[in-house]
């Protein structure tokens, strides 16, 4: 068992890492799902198998596959690709990196001072996650359901697409004359801006 | 748990480095991704079904902010067309 | 009626003060009617206590009206009080007959102005600070008054305050007049000092006691407060102020660069006469400064071309006549001659301002002319004026008053033949430039188109000016003549008299004849140079003439001696080192708020590092603390 959960998790950090660098947008995300297989089967792992079976249907299988269809939707082509080469240098990854890497140690020094994990695996049942959800956690389940419904109403409006004059009058009032972005790119994490204050 | 801390950190790196902001997107689901992996790692250490339970809300939010996110995406790509973060920056000064 | 003598200044004062405060939503008829009548009701009350006073004369002759203790401190204890005696009895009926005639004219010439109850504010107040300087028995409250004068000066000078050159008049006239305030000021307090009072007749009577004449501290005290009345008369040094003040309207200039706020300095020395007499050099600076004055302001009017600015600066020369005649000792010439001028320099610039109007604010004289037959009261008015300011023989009341100064610079103790011979020259010279004045804007041909005609509101004053020209002579006039001393022995009942001394070659007829001939000679070579059969003149322009024009080039010499030098102090210290810390500390902000702005770039990827990063630290210092 363990050595299973040590290669899901190899598996999850290696694509993980690949999904970040890639290009394309595609590879990417399939990339991510992937890695999130993996994830389900690390929860398997640890005895939760309902939360694997979520991971599954809802994460790689509904958000991810979202995720896909918008891409696919913007239909970006080849140019965002090039693009994404121009931007990702090596040296961006520089200060974001370091900072990860701190904290990384930050949260492994606290996960090191907690108690060791025991080792007896703790299977649970949806069964107990249902007795939770109607008891204790009942509230929660009433929240979660006004947030999906807010998030429903909320993705429909802001992502419907404006009148045909409106839409004239957004491009005229935007940035969108300086659209494609310079080759100057700024980095994260430096101090200098490309912008004028 | 190390293994939470590492997909969150490098979700971060992801979410620091990328300028189209799908791959931002992406990046913040991995960051949910990571803690809702350490909340179900906790149950499993201290042998609760709590965490496992605040996985289940968490990916009930995740789901409710792509879909918004997303949304929000898709207007801001109407409005300039294209998908770098660096254009808004009109708040700027 | 002596305990109602508060009247006198305070009605003027309560109509400035409604005025001032209300002024804008009255109309212009109850603004008129309630600044004049305010004036018309304190010469009535002016007048009233004259006769009353002449009637039954008090003793001592001297009427005290305690108001009340000004200040109590020991043993100091000014008042507010008012005294009356024959001299403050003809400054009073003067200031308020004359500035009610004066106000009634304003009704008419400021009637377009959209100032016209701040105007009558102004002027209101005025009158009541000049009443309450002449009022004043002691010298607080009479520096109270002074400065009171100085400020409306100041403020009407500036009147039309849109127009930065007339600000700049009213500033050069407040600041010069203030050097010979702060003179004064330092003089009171000398006096206050040394003998612990500042009532005037307390002040004279221990100073006589306690100063020996010739005294360091007598001649301390009267060089300071002359210096005070030098300032406030424009004598030298200290008169440059007073052309530029021409540029305030023309009743103010007759009112006050005219018959009265100008003449404030001789009434402080006539009234404080006996701290004089006890520094016979700071008298004999007295006569000097005034003979000095007289014929420098002749001089410079002789080559003026504004018609007021010839006024002012004749105003310059008749005041220095009148400190000629303090100089001298001649105390009660000084006040008749300041009567007489009262009227007769009034009338001209009333005369002035109808001028002014007509020409449609041209003050030019040399593109004025011909103007006697549009505006006959005009013409009549400056002609009468001009004479008596001239010293026409036996008519006009000018020459009584000129005449008598000039006797007595031959004849007192302090007499001298030099000062008589300068009192001649000036006669000559003011008849020159007055001639001068007329001919050019009465005579000769007409250059510009008039069609204005004064109102009845603005005539009658003139009339009446007129005629007190003609016969306010004749209440003093000298033995040859009819020998009326009325006004001198009126006026001698508290002014020390003067005693003839000097006899011998020259007689007071002898006077007469020279002051009769040199204004003979001055008429004569002013219609020979203007005269209206020479066609259209043009202004002369040579050396000479320029230096006089710019009143010998005072300004110029200032300007270099004083104002340069201050303004490059100012300047090279106006960036010291607490500026610079103030201004650092600015400049200090506005880096770090530079620098903070860099952090609102706008961009998503640098709020999220942010955002990271300071999470990052903090956790850091949570474990490090832990």
């Known amino acids: 068992m363990l050595i299973a959960f040590y290669i899901a998790s190899a598996i999850a950090v290696l694509a993980t890492i690949v999904a970040i660098t890639r290009n394309h947008a595609v590879h990417a995300l399939l990339y991510l799902i992937v890695s999130l297989l993996a994830i389900a089967v690390v929860f398997f792992v640890i005895g939760a198998p309902f939360l694997a079976a979520l991971e599954l249907i809802i994460y790689a299988g509904a958000i991810m596959v979202l995720f896909l269809f918008v891409v696919m939707m913007l239909n970006i082509g080849e140019h965002a690709t090039e693009v994404e080469t121009e931007w990702l240098k090596p040296g961006v990854w520089a200060w974001p990196s370091a900072l990860a890497t701190v904290l990384i140690a930050e949260l492994a020094y606290v996960a090191v001072h907690v108690a060791a994990p025991e080792a007896t695996m703790h299977v649970v049942t949806p069964k107990e996650i249902g007795i939770s959800l109607f008891g204790p956690y009942a509230i929660g389940v009433e929240l979660a359901s006004l947030l999906l419904m807010s998030g429903l109403v909320g993705a429909y409006h802001i992502g419907r697409r404006a009148s045909g004059e409106e839409e004239e009058r957004y491009r005229a009032s935007t940035d969108g004359a300086r659209v494609v972005s310079s080759s100057g790119a700024v980095r994260v994490g430096s101090d200098r801006t490309s912008d004028a204050a | ?93 | 009626m002596s305990s109602l003598l508060w009247i006198i200044p305070a009605l003027p004062f309560a109509s400035a003060a409604v005025l001032a405060l209300f002024g804008s939503r009255f109309s212009r008829r109850v603004a008129a009617w309630l600044g004049t009548a305010s004036i018309g009701l304190s010469a009535l009350a002016a007048i009233l206590a004259a006769i009353e006073f002449l009637a039954a004369r008090p003793p001592g002759s001297a009427w005290v009206d305690h108001l009340w203790t000004w200040i109590s401190l020991g043993d100091f204890q000014p008042e507010a009080a008012l005294y009356f005696v024959p001299i403050t009895l003809v400054m009073v009926v003067v200031i308020t007959f004359v500035g009610f005639l004066i106000h009634l004219y304003s009704v008419e010439y400021m009637r377009d102005d959209e100032g016209f109850s701040r105007f009558f504010a102004y002027m209101n107040l005025f009158v009541a600070a000049m009443l309450t300087l002449v009022l004043a028995n002691n010298l607080l409250l009479l520096y109270l008054g002074w400065e009171g004068v100085g400020l409306c000066s100041f403020l009407l000078i500036g009147f039309w305050y849109r127009d930065p050159a007339n600000v700049r008049a009213a500033n050069k006239a407040f600041l010069v007049t203030r050097v010979g305030d702060t003179a004064f000021a330092i003089g009171l307090f000398l006096l206050a000092t040394h003998l612990r009072t500042l009532d005037i007749q307390e002040v004279m009577r221990r100073a006589t006691q306690q100063w020996p004449v010739g005294s360091g501290l007598a001649i301390a005290a009267a060089a300071l407060l002359l210096g005070g009345a030098v300032g406030k008369s424009a004598q030298l040094p200290l008169q440059t102020w007073l052309p530029d003040a021409m540029a305030g309207p023309t009743p103010t200039s007759a009112l006050i660069h005219a018959a009265t706020m100008v003449t404030a300095g001789v009434y402080l020395i006539a009234r404080t006469n006996a701290l004089f007499v006890l520094a016979p050099p700071v008298q004999f600076a007295v006569a000097l400064i005034g003979a000095g004055t007289m014929l420098l302001a002749a001089f410079s009017a002789i080559a003026q071309r504004d018609l007021k600015r010839v006024l002012a600066y004749s105003t310059m020369s008749q005041i220095g006549y009148m400190f000629l005649a303090l100089g001298l000792g001649a105390w009660s010439a000084a006040i008749f001659h300041f009567m007489t001028h009262a009227f007769f320099k009034a009338l001209l610039f009333l005369a002035a301002g109808v001028v002014i109007q007509a020409m449609h604010h041209e003050q030019d004289m040399f593109r004025m002319g011909g103007l006697r037959f549009d505006l006959p009261v005009a013409f009549w008015s400056f002609l009468i004026g001009g004479s008596a300011l001239a010293g026409l023989p036996l008519i006009t009341a000018g020459f009584f008053s000129k005449d008598l100064i000039l006797w007595q610079a031959w004849a007192g103790p302090n007499g001298n033949g030099l000062f008589w011979v300068a009192g001649l020259l000036g006669a000559t010279l003011t008849s020159f430039y007055t001639y001068r004045m007329i001919l050019l804007v009465f005579y000769g041909p007409e250059k510009l188109e008039t069609s204005y005609k004064p109102g009845p509101v603005a005539v009658i004053p003139l009339i009446t000016l007129c005629v007190l020209s003609i016969i306010g002579g004749y209440i003093d006039t000298p033995p040859d003549f009819g020998g009326v001393p009325v006004l001198s022995n009126f006026l001698n009942t508290v002014l020390p008299p003067l005693n003839e001394v000097h006899l011998g070659a020259i007689t007071e007829l002898s006077t007469a004849i020279s002051a009769s001939a040199s204004f003979a000679i001055g008429f004569g070579f002013a219609y020979f140079v203007y005269a209206p059969w020479r066609g259209a003149l043009k202004p002369r322009e040579d050396p000479l003439l320029r230096l006089w024009y710019s009143g010998w080039a005072m300004d110029w010499l200032y300007d270099r001696l004083f104002v340069r030098p201050f303004q490059f102090v100012v300047r090279a210290g106006a960036s010291d080192l607490i500026d610079e810390i103030y201004t650092g500390i600015a400049r200090i902000t506005d880096l770090a708020s530079g620098a903070f702005r860099q952090t609102q770039n706008g961009r998503l990827r640098w709020y999220a590092t942010g955002v990271a990063a300071g999470f990052v630290v903090l956790f850091a210092v949570v474990l490090l603390v832990r």
């Open chain 2, 1 to 93: 748990m190390y293994l939470a801390v590492a997909l969150f950190a490098l979700g971060l790196i992801g979410l620091l480095t990328r300028r189209n902001l799908i791959f931002t997107l992406m990046s913040v689901e991995v960051m949910l991704n990571a803690s809702g992996l350490a909340f179900v790692a906790g149950s499993y250490q201290w042998g609760r079904p709590d965490g496992q339970v605040m996985f289940l809300f968490i990916l009930a939010m995740a789901a409710a902010e792509v879909s918004v996110g997303l949304a929000l995406l898709l207007q801001f790509h109407r409005r300039a067309p294209t998908l770098d973060s660096e254009v808004a920056s009109e708040m700027k000064g």
